[in-house]
Structures are given as C-alpha cells and as structure tokens.
C-alpha cells in the first residue's frame, strides 16, 4: 500500500544521546517535511526538503539535523544539543505542485530521560 | 503564510452540522486555504482545500468568503469519530511553482457529544 511510515512509534534515549528518527513514503513525492508537537500545541517545523539533496531549516532548527539522499527517506537526527527533545514527530512528503496536500505519518513520541 | 485565528474549542451534538470559523485576514491572493485535523496522538489528516470557490468532498464542505478573508469548515452530520483538533492553514504557491511549507497553528478542539 501507498504511505507514508515513521519508525519506531515509541523511542526512549538517555540525555547525551543523538538518536535518529526514521521516515520513509513511497508515494513518489518530491517534497517532505519534520514537524515537532508537544502537549497540547500545534505543529511546528523543523525541516522540510523540496527536492533530493536539498533541505531548509524551519522554524525550530536548531539541534536538529537532516538528510535528503534519496527520494523516500527523509531521516531526522535529534542531536544532544537540543535542549527540550522529549516531543511528538511527526513527517510528512507532498508533491511540489501548487495545489496539493501533504499526507502524515502516523509520529513518533520520544522520551528522553 | 498568512496567520489563522480559529477559536480554541467547540461542542457539537451527534448528527448535527459542525461549523468550524477561521480567519485569515492577511490572506494573499495566491494563498490556498487547507484544513487538516489531528486525532488524538495521530498524523494529522488532510480534509479539503480552496482557493476562492466552495469546496465539498465526502468529508466536508468549505465555505470561503467572496473577500477570502474569512472561511467556514462544515462537518455535515458529526459522529463522535469526528471528535479532533481541527486545523485551518494558509498556504502560498512559491514562484518556482513549488507549494510553501505548512505552517500550522494551535486549532480548534472539536467536542462532539451525544
């Protein structure tokens, strides 16, 4: 089936530790994108990528590290200098048309103790 | 993107239609409308989008002011299913043709009842 999917769905890591966060589509979208959630706020971005090999910072950046080496994966790096990384992620691809939706992944709630 | 205001909840009985408000007052001119909304520890789901004509599809309605400064979501018979955290987002075309980034804000808790 066509999707998007985050893994794992729960990640625990002691603090120190960078830990990455898995996204893979097969919905052949040019376009992906990290959001970060925590208790009872919006979404917020991170990263997003409009296209292989190239990637902006959004909103909230800093650290955080991302990829873009082939088209389906879009893996997301928590790295031990972000300083509150216990959250909700959550991904998302799209096409890069001007009139499309992106889809989600189903997130990953991180705790980092 | 332009900034969404939509109220922080709202209660709506089982069968009934769900109006959800959002406004958009700094909407541009090449700035779509979308709506998603976020079941409890869920991805958020896509629901519809507009850009200035009304919208219907087999989740919802979408009602865009003729000044595109306001919309309405419409939920035409709410189950209890539909109980989430609906959200109104504004989206720019970028020149390269390219859609912007979704920027989200803190949307509306929906509450449907019995």
């Known amino acids: 089936d066509g999707g998007i999917t985050q893994s794992p769905k729960y990640l625990f890591r002691k603090e120190g530790q960078n830990v990455t966060l898995s996204c893979e589509q097969n919905?052949?979208?040019?376009?992906m994108y990290w959001y970060r959630q925590d208790p009872g706020q919006g979404l917020r971005l991170i990263y997003y990528s409009q296209i292989v090999n190239d990637f902006q910072k959004g909103d909230i950046a800093e650290g955080y590290s991302v990829s873009r080496e082939k088209k389906e994966s879009f893996p997301l790096t928590v790295t031990s200098a972000q300083k509150n990384p216990t959250a909700f992620y959550l991904c998302a691809s799209s096409l890069r048309g001007w009139n499309t939706e992106a889809f989600f992944g189903q997130g990953t709630r991180l705790t980092v103790v | 993107d332009a900034k969404t205001t939509q109220p922080t909840s709202m209660d709506c009985a089982e069968g009934r239609a769900a109006n959800l408000p959002c406004n958009h007052s700094t909407i541009s001119g090449n700035e779509y409308v979308y709506w998603y909304r976020q079941i409890h520890s869920q991805g958020p789901q896509y629901i519809i989008h507009g850009l200035k004509n009304n919208e219907t599809n087999e989740m919802a309605s979408l009602i865009i002011t003729e000044d595109r400064k306001s919309s309405t979501l419409i939920l035409p018979h709410a189950t209890l299913r539909d109980t989430a955290v609906y959200y109104c987002?504004?989206?720019?075309?970028?020149?390269?043709?390219?859609?912007?980034?979704?920027?989200f804000g803190t949307g509306t808790r929906l509450q449907v009842t019995l």
């Open positions: 987002i504004v989206r720019a075309t970028l020149n390269t043709g390219t859609a912007s980034k979704l920027t």
């Open positions: 919905l052949n979208h040019d376009a």
